[in-house]
């Protein structure tokens, strides 16, 4: 399995910026589709991002298409999340997921392996 650890978080204004990194150890890097997912407090985890690792194709949930990027660095094992136009409904703790098999990227349930999270809080 790999293993994943989050940081970049923090508290920022409306309209700023945060870049987000989630490290990996463990398992060759390039053998795992990676996800960012959100949880804000009294809601379910929901998808952001994911990224294959071939070809390095994205996905992103409607919600932040425009704002947000997922990109990875394959040579240095980690994923990253630039988060720009920050709103504040985009506070929430930010999760790293990666899974080995192509199924449903957008389904939390379908990736085996998670960081602890980082909090990003923006305030209005």
């Known amino acids: 399995q790999v293993q994943l650890v989050e940081s970049g978080g923090g508290l920022v204004q409306a309209g700023g910026s945060l870049r987000l990194s989630c490290a990996a150890s463990?398992?060759?890097?390039?053998?795992?589709?990676m996800a960012w997912f959100r949880q804000a407090p009294g809601k379910e985890r929901e998808f952001v991002a994911a990224i294959l690792a071939i070809a390095e194709r994205t996905y992103s949930a409607e919600s932040v298409k425009g704002r947000f990027t997922i990109s990875r660095d394959n040579a240095k094992n980690t994923l990253y999340l630039q988060m720009n136009n920050l709103k504040p409904e985009d506070t929430a703790v930010y999760y790293c997921?990666?899974?080995?098999?192509?199924?449903?990227?957008?389904?939390?349930?379908?990736?085996?392996?998670w960081g602890q999270g980082t909090q990003v809080t923006v305030s209005s």
């Open positions: 463990g398992d060759p890097f390039t053998n795992y589709i």
């Open positions: 997921a990666a899974t080995r098999t192509y199924t449903r990227l957008s389904k939390a349930t379908d990736y085996d392996s």
